[in-house]
């Protein structure tokens, strides 16, 4: 019970909202860092083929099993019970593009980058190499978090796009492996019902949530107290924060263009 | 919060300095001055605010109470455990703050670079990622990094720290080397009677906030200072109660 006692709560409730104005803070500071133009690009060249290339696979593999399932189950419903062949692609396409392929991609960008970033950063706290940053009068927020927050926002789209490819292509085969549905009737049907704008938010969505992932895991990583245990401790955060906020960032976004 | 003031009659000088973390006070009312090409000695048994002495003059944390006035905030501190950058090879780690506070060319980084190891004879080293040194290599680059842009005030915590007495020693002639080439004021926390005999000029001792002692290394068991005797010697009798009775 000590765990709900009225201290507690409140003082989780201040950790919170310590870590939200932090993160605010960061996210300003990264922002004018990078709008002054004081960003190495071989930094962020770095960062973002690093963290490109640690994600690529685990998000393929999701997105062709994602999309493998979901054209199992919208074959069986629309086709036998519908008869309504010339729906599925286009259905299949604006479940992945609008709401699937996003999310699940800031999904392993969290766990994987994410985490990465707050054990990347959380153990040069420990380590001092934060302080040995300050004490050259380097900000850590310039040096560190503003080219990994390029390259977040960067790659998650870029990824998404990829996602979004190889997720459609894995359904179109497997409705037509499974279900014998014309590639070309799929495709059709993708191309009738998928719009820019359905792909301007895709993309928007993603470019939110890598931006937020990365704000979240330098902010943990850079307020690592405690030794290498704590390092841990914050990682897991940095990965349930980062989910929290992608659910919610997904729900205001859509209900700001789809609500109405 | 530090004052700045390049007309300063000292190179450091805290004027009585407050810090407490929670409820425990770290410092008392310290007072010190450091002077240009001397070294002050912080020591004092652990957990009795050494270090926390290098964080108020390096600006990591804030005084509570007190002044510290500074004539250059031209710094470079060697980290107990080195603290290099483990994804810049040792020449980008000695260049960092040359490349991201100066506006020298490459040549000119690459000089000075080459100079800083040279200093502590890790030439031929450049390439190296910190985890492929040893322990005491790690600290000399360190050191390297520490005086690239040759500060004003140079600031080790801990130098000798975990280190075989050989490269020990090697790490106390690379400080006198360092004392001799730059004209810098110095400040060691240390518990190592070595390091204090060869390298300080000055010694501050600390004991449950206080300052016990404040002397010349040399004076230390000669004066009738019981806390200066009693760490001098090593002895667990005196007035500095840290040793456990069996």
């Not at chain 1, 190495?40 to 399932?69: E, N």
């Not at chain 1, 054990?119 to 380097?138: C, N, W």
Request: glycine share 6%; hydrophobic share 45%.
């Amino acid at each position: 019970m000590a765990a709900f006692s009225k201290n507690n709560l409140l003082n989780r409730f201040q950790n919170i909202l310590y870590m939200v104005g932090q993160s605010y803070l960061n996210l300003y500071r990264a922002f004018c860092t990078a709008f002054k133009g004081k960003v190495s690009f071989k930094d962020f060249m770095y960062q973002a083929s690093v963290r490109g290339v640690d994600s690529i696979i685990i998000i393929l593999i999701t997105c062709i099993f994602i999309g493998m399932a979901l054209a199992l189950h919208m074959t069986n419903e629309l086709i036998e019970t519908y008869g309504a062949e010339t729906a599925v692609g286009g259905l299949i396409a604006l479940a992945i593009t609008r709401e699937l392929a996003p999310v699940v991609t800031a999904i392993v960008i969290a766990g994987r980058v994410g985490a990465s970033i707050t054990a990347e950063i959380g153990s040069m706290k420990v380590t001092e190499q934060i302080d040995a940053l300050r004490v050259m009068e380097i900000d850590p927020v310039d040096y560190l978090v503003v080219p990994r927050l390029l390259a977040g926002a960067t790659i998650t789209p870029l990824m998404t796009i990829i996602a979004t490819i190889a997720a459609i292509l894995s359904a179109m085969y497997l409705s037509f492996f499974y279900k014998e549905l014309d590639p070309a009737i799929f495709l059709a049907s993708v191309q009738e019902m998928l719009n820019t704008k359905d792909v301007f938010v895709s993309i928007l969505k993603a470019s939110c949530f890598g931006i937020l992932i990365v704000t979240i895991a330098s902010t943990f990583g850079l307020n690592v107290k405690g030794g290498a245990d704590a390092v841990g401790v914050y990682t897991t955060k940095t990965v349930v924060w980062s989910l929290i906020v992608i659910f919610i960032t997904n729900y205001i976004i859509t209900s700001i263009f789809y609500g109405a | 919060m530090i004052i700045k003031r390049p007309d300063a009659k000292h190179v450091i000088e805290f004027r009585n300095i407050t810090k407490t973390f929670g409820n425990r006070v770290i410092l008392d009312n310290i007072n010190f001055t450091v002077d240009k090409q001397e070294i002050l000695a912080v020591i004092g048994h652990s957990g009795v605010g050494k270090s926390t002495i290098l964080k108020l003059v390096s600006g990591l944390i804030d005084q509570d109470d007190g002044e510290i006035i500074l004539s250059s905030t031209k710094k470079g501190m060697a980290f107990q455990f080195a603290a290099l950058l483990n994804f810049l090879t040792v020449k980008e780690n000695i260049a960092l703050p040359l490349r991201k506070k100066t506006q020298l060319s490459d040549i000119e980084i690459d000089k000075k670079v080459h100079d800083a190891l040279e200093n502590v004879g890790l030439l031929g080293t450049e390439n190296l990622y910190p985890p492929e040194l040893s322990g005491g290599m790690q600290k000399r680059v360190s050191f390297a990094r520490a005086v690239v842009n040759e500060p004003d005030i140079i600031l080790y915590d801990e130098p000798t720290s975990g280190l075989d007495p050989m490269t020990s020693t090697m790490i106390i002639n690379d400080i006198c080397h360092l004392k001799k080439k730059l004209p810098a004021a110095g400040i060691i926390v240390t518990h190592d009677m070595a390091t204090i005999d060869k390298a300080a000029d000055k010694v501050v001792l600390l004991y449950e906030g206080q300052l016990v002692f404040n002397g010349k290394p040399c004076e230390m068991k000669d004066s009738n200072n019981p806390f200066g005797i009693q760490f001098a010697t090593g002895s667990c009798e005196g007035p500095m109660k840290v040793c456990i009775k069996h």
